[in-house]
């Protein structure tokens, strides 16, 4: 089992939908949880960060936490042909583990 | 968010040479820095763990003779890819956490190496 899995995607959605992006992740004893996002071409940049179960909202994006289910996913509300890109999960710290990444395409 | 900056952007270099690319933390210290390589289409693979005036951690199947790597300082780790070949042409990524309260993870913009 991977320590890390999201769904490769694509996710295509129509401008001004949510997008929904899961992650799941092996290591019940995680403690930090972040999402980058990264253009093609880019490195990737980090745009949440979740340590404690629940919802954490930053403008258009909330970060959802369940660690009895372990899993964490982003929501990208009134999403913009901007925000296409691949989105990468990752998990831990110490040696930070990342999801192969879900490529996101918002049609205009 | 933390600033890292990573030089060069791009670099083109001749089979056979070796090519050094930079790692900075600029606003804060980093005693831990990271090096990925990442192909067209494919996910960060990590390359090795850089700790501050100790060696680097490399992962499984990372030649350590091939891929030099010194962390100096605080705010500088290098990478260096003795006897480039074209197989070694890639998008490398250093990363640097930051050692303040709920640490965090940065990445300077990288660098795509190509090797002719």
């Known amino acids: 089992q991977k320590e890390v899995e999201q769904n490769s995607g694509p996710l295509s959605v129509p401008e001004g939908a949510i997008a929904s992006l899961n992650c799941t992740y092996s290591?019940?004893?995680?403690?930090?949880f972040f999402w980058y996002r990264q253009y093609s071409g880019k490195s990737p940049e980090l745009i949440m960060f979740?340590?404690?179960?629940g919802d954490k909202e930053d403008g258009r994006f909330t970060a959802q936490l369940n660690k009895a289910s372990q899993y964490v996913s982003l929501l990208i509300r009134d999403s913009q042909p901007s925000d296409s890109a691949t989105y990468l999960c990752?998990?831990?710290?110490?040696?930070?583990?990342f999801g192969a990444g879900t490529t996101v395409t918002v049609r205009a | 968010g933390a600033v890292v900056s990573q030089h060069p952007s791009w670099v083109i270099c001749k089979s056979g040479t070796s090519v050094k690319i930079e790692c900075r933390s600029l606003?804060?210290?980093?005693?831990?820095m990271f090096w990925y390589r990442q192909f067209p289409k494919q996910s960060l693979m990590l390359m090795a763990t850089?700790?501050?005036?100790?060696?680097?951690?490399?992962e499984q199947g990372v030649e350590k003779d091939k891929f030099l790597i010194n962390h100096a300082s605080l705010t500088l780790s290098t990478l260096t890819v003795t006897s480039a070949h074209p197989e070694d042409s890639s998008f490398y990524i250093c990363?640097?956490?930051?050692?303040?309260?709920?640490?965090?993870?940065?990445f300077g913009s990288g660098t795509q190496l190509s090797v002719l």
């Open positions: 990363s640097a956490r930051t050692g303040t309260g709920r640490e965090k993870l940065f």
């Open positions: 290591d019940r004893g995680s403690q930090s």
């Open positions: 979740i340590y404690s179960n």
């Open positions: 990752a998990v831990n710290l110490n040696k930070l583990s």
């Open positions: 606003d804060f210290q980093a005693t831990t």
């Open positions: 850089s700790n501050e005036g100790s060696k680097a951690t490399y």
